[in-house]
T-cell receptor
Framework: LAKTTQPISMDSYEGQEVNITCSHN???????ITWYQQFPSQGPRFIIQ???TKVTNEVASLFIPADRKSSTLSLPRVSLSDTAVYYC????????????FGKGTKLSVKP | GAVVSQHPSRVICKSGTSVKIECRSL??????MFWYRQFPKQSLMLMAT?????????EQGVEKDKFLINHASLTLSTLTVTSAHPEDSSFYIC??????????????FGDGTRLSIL
C-alpha cells in the first residue's frame, strides 16, 4: 500500500476555498485515491475518490496530476462545520484489503 | 447510500468485564468487515479483518484471544473485548464495503464505540 503524506494541520476562514494536498510518490498502477472526513467521536465519512485528472461531486473536487504522485482535495467555500480531520488514502480499488490511515490533516475553519 | 451501524455508541464498565460491540451493514451484504481502534488525537489503526464464515485475520501485535471477532452473517460482525482493562479504553470503529456486481463502492464506516474501562 502506498504511503501518503499530508500537512498535519491547516487553518481557513469561512467562505474560503481550501486545498489539501497529499503526496503518494509510490502509488501503484491499480491504486485509487480516496479521501475521508472525520469529525470527533465519529467514524470517517467518504468524501471523494478518483484515479486520474479531475473528479467533482456535490461536496468536493479532487485534482490528480498526470504522474499521480500527488492529489489535491478542494473544498469550495468552507463553513465552520467543515472543521474536521481529512484523510488521504491510496489503495487498489477492487481489493478487499484494508485501508491504512495516515495522520490526516486537521482543518480548522474560523469565523 | 450504504449504511453501517455500530452498537453501542458508548460503554463504561469495570476492569475485567468483557464487552461486545456489534457492527451491522444495514442495506447491503458484506463478506468482509474491518475493525479499527483510534486513541485520542491519533489516526485509525487497523486491528483485524473480519471474514464471513471464517476466522478473522489479525494485524501484527493485536491479540486474537483478547479481541474476539465473529462474523456469522453477511450483515453482522461482532468484536468482543475480553477481560477489558483500562489500557483497552479507546474508540473502536468498524467498516464494511458493498461490492455490487460489476461495480465498486468505497468502505463505509460505523460511528464508532467509545469504550471506557474504569
Amino acid at each position: 500500500l502506498a504511503k501518503t503524506t499530508q500537512p498535519i494541520s491547516m487553518d481557513s476562514y469561512e467562505g474560503q476555498e481550501v486545498n489539501i494536498t497529499c503526496s503518494h510518490n509510490n502509488i501503484a498502477t491499480n491504486d485509487y485515491i480516496t479521501w475521508y472526513q472525520q469529525f470527533p467521536s465519529q467514524g470517517p465519512r467518504f468524501i471523494i475518490q478518483g484515479y486520474k485528472t479531475k473528479v467533482t461531486n456535490e461536496v468536493a473536487s479532487l485534482f490528480i496530476p498526470a504522474d499521480r504522485k500527488s492529489s489535491t482535495l478542494s473544498l469550495p467555500r468552507v463553513s465552520l462545520s467543515d472543521t474536521a480531520v481529512y484523510y488521504c488514502l491510496v489503495g487498489e480499488i477492487r481489493s478487499q484489503g484494508n485501508l491504512i490511515f495516515g495522520k490526516g490533516t486537521k482543518l480548522s475553519v474560523k469565523p | 447510500g450504504a449504511v453501517v451501524s455500530q452498537h453501542p455508541s458508548r460503554v463504561i464498565c469495570k476492569s475485567g468485564t468483557s464487552v461486545k460491540i456489534e457492527c451491522r451493514s444495514l442495506d447491503f451484504q458484506a463478506t468482509t468487515m474491518f475493525w479499527y481502534r483510534q486513541f485520542p488525537k491519533q489516526s485509525l489503526m487497523l486491528m483485524a479483518t473480519s471474514n464471513e464464515g471464517s476466522k478473522a485475520t489479525y494485524e501484527q501485535g493485536v491479540e486474537k484471544d483478547k479481541f474476539l471477532i465473529n462474523h456469522a452473517s453477511l450483515t453482522l460482525s461482532t468484536l468482543t473485548v475480553t477481560s477489558a482493562h483500562p489500557e483497552d479504553s479507546s474508540f473502536y470503529i468498524c467498516s464494511a464495503r458493498d461490492t455490487p456486481e460489476g461495480g465498486y463502492q468505497p468502505q463505509h464506516f460505523g460511528d464508532g464505540t467509545r469504550l471506557s474501562i474504569l
